[in-house]
């Protein structure tokens, strides 16, 4: 039997679905955490032989968003076999509007109302609610894990008699529908209504919150605290335990490999190739787990819808909305997901710009990156973190605003609304499920594309073209390869054949770019068991960069194109490939723009000197602003002020 | 009078809703509709919170100046 939870975004129902499958779906407090459809089997504890899909959430059957049309062509497409409706008890009359309309089909329904733990001073007729819905009704709370069972108990024999049969079809008019609904709920719920306006606890927490005074600084101030926290202090503390495992391994294989007399290059393909290079990358794990542990703890609360909320006059201002940054901070934890999130905006434009932006904000792989850099470069800076990820949306903002500029979409009307949820008390549980989950995920990379990548790098950098083993790494295939490719990065300082080659196994995976370093500069582990980076001096030594280049290198990094399956992702929330390959085109030139910038105006601020390739830099600068003008003044012409109307 | 002119935490009722098609179905969806009630949580200078069947909504002054009020 498959059954599909089907309900309101918010409702709580990957919260049921991860309670009955025992999976670690992402759960946040805000609407459009879900996007696509996802199933698995119910877990032994609740009986077998059953799956369940999770679909988005959506107020009706009408699809507004492509995240709320994947939902209902499943439902009318009747691949399932039951519907378990999931609507939150405490907002009974927008929840059993869909309902409403779920019972139009020829399908079992049963109504799970949720959040019972929330209910306050009221007191629900579930038998009463059950006639008068012609299905069965229980009362539940996914979260609490309450009533779970009374669900799958009826979900068997659940039969529906449409009551609104000759009352409603899908064609009723939305009035009628909750015309309707108000009798279906008369004497249901018990405990009166009032009827003027009652100020809640999150009311007054709106009151601070909302107001972009209190709220800007309160977000600022916690995501430095939560980067604090993660890379300084807790995460550090838990990377250090690892580390020095990691380097006890390393040693004992390394004796092993040695007493049993094995072949010289297999041994340092082994130690320093696989194992320094993969444990350079798998020691920023803990990092990213803690900062996993802590955003879910603010996404639960429900503090994002209102960052939402905050930003969507800022966003406006670049031809977006609040929705926009649903997407970004999904991003943080993975682009993936992130890009993924934004088809919960319907105008293409917008989906579209917010899916090549997305990307911007350093997800979880880019971590090793700014971990390493900010540490052996910037050491005496301890807010490196929040000053990268502040520099990040400024960029999103600049590229959204030159993009305004240069399509001409001005003068957008934009009918930007959210939900807003009741503030909840974070789940520590969930919090830690959520990390492990972001943990198992890293070491399942370490693991296998990391590895792949790490052995060719080593075998690349190990021999020459004619297969001979090289001495000197200059002279090895991955040299020969790279070079070429350097040249292009010199008016960014970057032109070294290591750093080229780290820049583009990032592609494939981000943390590549820290598992390259580790190869190439013979870094036997990014850090050691005190967490400080190996002998700091000495890495940038090695690297033989200054910390402007450093610099110019981690945001080359950080803004150029995603991984592949993160441009996978991309190109599948587009509306064309046109505008896929103009996004892609677009992050190259703004991770090469941005990187150059630094470099060539922090080495005349800081040395006093112009840097490597500054004619060539000017010369892409002064063709840059020029392209820019022209396209501006194309935009204007062709556009010429006619208001653009969007509904998100 | 539109919601704009509205005084915050008191309860009102729709008198019309206007804007774009997509707009006037997505708000009829929540129950913003002629003659149900809606309230104003809080204004700020661009964007309100508003209540509609107990649920709180975040909304922009576009959406603001579509929804008239009955008097």
């Known amino acids: ?648 | 009078m539109y919601l704009s002119g509205a005084t915050e935490k008191v309860n009102y009722r729709v008198k019309a809703v206007s804007g774009n098609d997509d707009i006037r179905a997505f708000l009829s969806t929540l129950g913003c509709y002629e003659n149900t009630e809606i309230v104003v949580l809080k204004k700020t200078r661009s964007n309100y919170i508003i209540g509609i069947n107990g649920v709180r909504y975040g909304v922009d002054m576009d959406i603001v100046s579509a929804i008239e009020l009955c008097e």
């Open chain 1, 1 to 648: 039997m498959k059954i599909a939870l089907v309900g309101n975004p918010n409702c709580g129902k990957t919260t049921l679905f991860n309670e009955l499958t025992g999976k670690n779906e992402h759960v946040g407090n805000w609407a459009g955490v879900t996007v696509g459809d996802k199933s698995a089997p119910i877990r032994s504890k609740y009986g077998y032989g059953d799956s369940i899909v999770d679909l988005p959430g959506t107020y009706s059957l009408s699809a507004y968003t492509a995240d709320e049309a994947i939902a209902i062509d499943i439902i009318k497409a009747k691949e399932v076999d039951v519907i378990v409706n999931i609507v939150d008890v405490n907002s009974l009359d927008k929840g059993l509007f869909l309902t409403t309309q779920l019972l139009d089909f020829d399908l079992p329904v049963v109504v799970a109302l949720n959040k019972k733990d929330l209910l306050e001073h009221q007191i629900i007729d579930i038998k009463k609610l059950s006639r008068n819905l012609g299905c069965e009704v229980v009362l539940i709370s996914a979260e609490k894990v309450q009533g779970i069972e009374d669900i799958l108990n009826v979900v068997k024999t659940a039969q529906t008699k449409n009551v609104f049969k000759d009352i409603l079809d899908l064609n009723s008019s939305d009035s009628r529908r909750y015309e309707e609904i108000g009798k279906v709920l008369d004497g249901v719920v018990l405990g009166a209504k009032p009827s003027a306006y009652v100020e809640t606890k999150s009311d007054k927490a709106d009151k601070f919150l909302t107001n972009p005074l209190i709220g800007i600084p309160a977000f600022i101030l916690v995501m430095t605290a939560i980067f604090h926290l993660s890379i300084n202090t807790v995460g550090a503390f838990i990377a250090d335990t690892l580390v020095g495992g990691i380097e006890v391994f390393q040693e004992y294989v390394v004796g092993v490999l040695e007493n049993a007399g094995a072949n010289e290059f297999l041994t340092a393909l082994l130690t320093d190739g696989i194992i320094g290079g993969v444990g350079a990358v798998v020691g920023f794990i803990p990092l990213v787990m803690v900062l996993m542990f802590l955003l879910s703890l603010v996404e639960q609360s429900g503090f994002m819808a209102r960052i939402a909320f905050i930003f969507d006059p800022v966003f406006r201002k670049i031809g977006l909305s609040g929705k926009s940054i649903i997407p970004m901070i999904v991003g943080y934890g993975c682009a993936i997901p992130g890009v993924m999130a934004s088809r919960t905006i319907k105008d293409d434009s917008q989906r579209n710009l917010t899916a090549m932006l997305t990307p911007f904000v350093p997800c979880g792989a880019k971590i090793p990156i700014i971990a390493l850099f900010a540490t052996v470069f910037f050491a005496d800076q301890p807010y490196m973190f929040p000053i990268v990820y502040l520099v990040s949306f400024m960029v999103i903002l600049t590229i959204g605003l030159v993009i305004k500029k240069v399509t001409g979409a001005q003068n957008v009307q934009n009918y930007f609304i959210i939900e807003l949820p009741t503030y909840n008390m974070p789940s520590m549980k969930r919090a830690f499920l959520r990390m492990m989950d972001t943990g198992w995920e890293f070491v399942k990379r370490a693991a296998t594309i990391i590895i792949i990548c790490n052995t060719l790098i080593f075998m690349l950098a190990s021999f020459d073209f004619g297969l001979n083993m090289v001495e000197d790494i200059d002279a090895s295939m991955l040299a020969a390869i790279a070079t070429p490719i350097a040249f292009i990065f010199l008016p960014l300082g970057i032109a070294t054949w290591q750093l080229a080659a780290a820049a583009i196994t990032g592609f494939i995976a981000k943390e590549e770019v820290v598992g390259t370093l580790a190869v190439v500069y013979a870094m036997e582990a990014a850090i050691n068991e005190d967490f400080e980076v190996i002998n700091a001096v000495g890495l940038g030594e090695a690297m033989g960069i200054t910390g402007i280049v450093a610099l110019s290198f981690m945001f080359f990094n950080l803004f150029t194109p995603p991984c592949f399956a993160a441009l996978g992702a991309m190109k599948a929330e587009m509306d064309s490939p046109k505008h896929f390959r103009m996004a892609v085109l677009t992050q190259f030139y703004v991770g090469y723009i941005v990187s150059m910038l630094i470099y060539q105006v922090g080495s005349i601020a800081i040395y006093g000197t112009v840097g490597e390739g500054f004619v060539a830099a000017v010369i892409i600068l002064v063709a840059s602003i020029a392209v820019f003008a022209k396209k501006v003044r194309t935009a204007k012409q062709v556009h010429n002020v006619k208001p653009h109307v969007v509904m998100n």
